[in-house]
């Protein structure tokens, strides 16, 4: 509501203003809470001293994910440098993995493509239940049900050490919280795994990075600087594109995201009241991000002489 900007309000439900806090920070403040509904629910809180509601925002919209479908195939892929990001489970959700390809040679976008594991078990249920087409998907090729109620990590492990003969796998970033045992066998095999914990300070600049690249890909306005600390200008030339996965495309639909008071944001799964909506599964987005935290520093060698050097990077 327009009454929150009344700087006539401000002096009243804010003791603090004109003493600890400026006018000017208050206004940059509200230009910014003006911008963003997340900004605006921490101009409320913070600065007008109103309790506000959590309420979860939607992160990437379905027309930015159609937008940025890549023309290239896997085969193009083979050889590259790339880092296998993962969120792991064991029963309701999806175990994923993200291959990540950051810029390099002639390649000046990022390239993303998923594989994912659901127990077979049960999964006709949860089709009707849940009212999601698991078992076309499984049939097309983009996730793989395993044997019993749990996702069996032994194949999860067998596809990353097949995409490490064909991709120069750099890392394999995951929450070490879940799946130690998987991790520890990747160790033995000479794969480098980070834990990548599930916090604000962790999140946040990934999920920046990742929309960042995707909104120059579908030449949307940017909200954040292009500039972003400790990254690379290369790695921000060309957006980032992806395959064709419905199941990344219903999980990008679902993925919504919580700020707290640094105005740092994660991914969260949508809640109604107190209770986790289990029917609405973001985990390839998960498996995306958690890539990112890592490949955002990856240096890239780029063959410049080889592109054609226009808007038309990444596209």
């Not at 949508?270 to 909506?277: D, I, L, N, Q, T």
Request: proline share 5%; net charge negative.
């Amino acid at each position: 509501p327009d009454a929150i900007y009344d700087e006539a309000l401000w002096y009243r439900v804010n003791p603090s203003l004109g003493h600890t806090i400026t006018i000017e920070s208050m206004r940059e403040a509200a230009a910014r809470a003006k911008a963003k509904p997340a900004d605006e629910r921490l101009f409320r809180w913070l600065r007008l001293n109103q309790w506000v509601t959590t309420k979860l925002t939607t992160w990437l919209p379905l027309d930015l994910f159609d937008q940025t479908v890549g023309t290239w195939n896997r085969a193009d892929l083979l050889g590259k440098d790339c880092y296998i990001g993962m969120d792991l489970s064991s029963t309701t959700d999806l175990t994923a993995i993200c291959l990540l390809f950051p810029p390099q040679g002639n390649q000046l976008d990022w390239r993303a493509i998923w594989h994912c594991w659901i127990p077979e078990d049960g999964m006709r249920e949860r089709v009707e239940r849940d009212h999601v087409p698991y078992d076309r998907w499984a049939r097309e090729g983009w996730i793989t049900p395993t044997p019993g109620d749990v996702v069996d990590y032994t194949v999860v492990e067998k596809t990353i050490l097949e995409a490490k003969k064909f991709y120069n796998v750099i890392e394999v970033p995951s929450d070490r919280a879940f799946g130690a045992m998987l991790l520890q066998r990747l160790e033995q095999q000479g794969m480098v795994c980070v834990d990548v914990p599930q916090t604000f300070k962790t999140m946040a600049g990934p999920m920046n990075l990742v929309e960042i690249l995707l909104k120059k890909s579908a030449r949307q306005p940017q909200e954040q600087e292009e500039e972003l600390p400790g990254v690379n200008a290369d790695l921000l030339r060309g957006g980032l594109t992806h395959e064709n996965s419905p199941v990344a495309r219903w999980c990008f639909g679902n993925a919504a995201f919580a700020t707290n008071g640094n105005a740092e944001k994660k991914l969260v799964k949508e809640h109604r009241g107190k209770s986790v909506v289990r029917t609405k599964r973001i985990d390839l987005v998960t498996a995306l991000v958690n890539a990112m935290a890592r490949a955002q520093h990856y240096q890239p060698k780029l063959d410049l002489s080889a592109a054609i050097l226009s808007d038309d990077w990444g596209m």
